[in-house]
């Protein structure tokens, strides 16, 4: 299994960026996928998710500002991020969950890094 996020960087405040995460070695269209993301001495916390139905859930720190979708023929999942703030800044992680039969998968990207810039 892997997942691969892209997209990250350096941006200003107010800007934009959009993040991919293409998935391999999972029947994607079946997970539930996800964002997370981590700031240097913070927990890890949840940006957004989408359900295989496409139902999403998103932080209320980021609600109205990142928009998270899928293309399940592509097998890739992505967060629209404006009108950035600083404190957006951290390492995010590109998530894959499922529940089945009593039993829970959860695959992790390697993380992609986003600075915004004041």
């Known amino acids: 299994v892997q997942l691969v996020e892209s997209g990250g960087g350096l941006v200003q405040a107010g800007g934009s960026l959009r993040l991919s995460c293409a998935a391999s070695?999972?029947?994607?269209?079946?997970?539930?996928m996800g964002w997370y993301r981590q700031a240097p001495g913070k927990e890890r916390e949840l940006v957004a998710q989408i359900t295989s139905g496409g139902t999403t859930n998103i932080a209320d720190s980021v609600k109205g500002r990142f928009t998270i979708s899928r293309d399940n023929a592509k097998n890739t999942v992505y967060l629209q991020m404006n009108s950035l703030k600083p404190e957006d800044t951290a390492v995010y992680y590109c998530?894959?969950?499922?529940?089945?039969?009593?039993?829970?998968?959860?695959?992790w990207g390697q993380g992609t890094q986003v600075t915004v810039s004041s």
């Open positions: 070695g999972i029947m994607f269209s079946i997970y539930a």
């Open positions: 998530n894959a969950h499922l529940v089945v039969a009593g039993s829970t998968y959860d695959y």
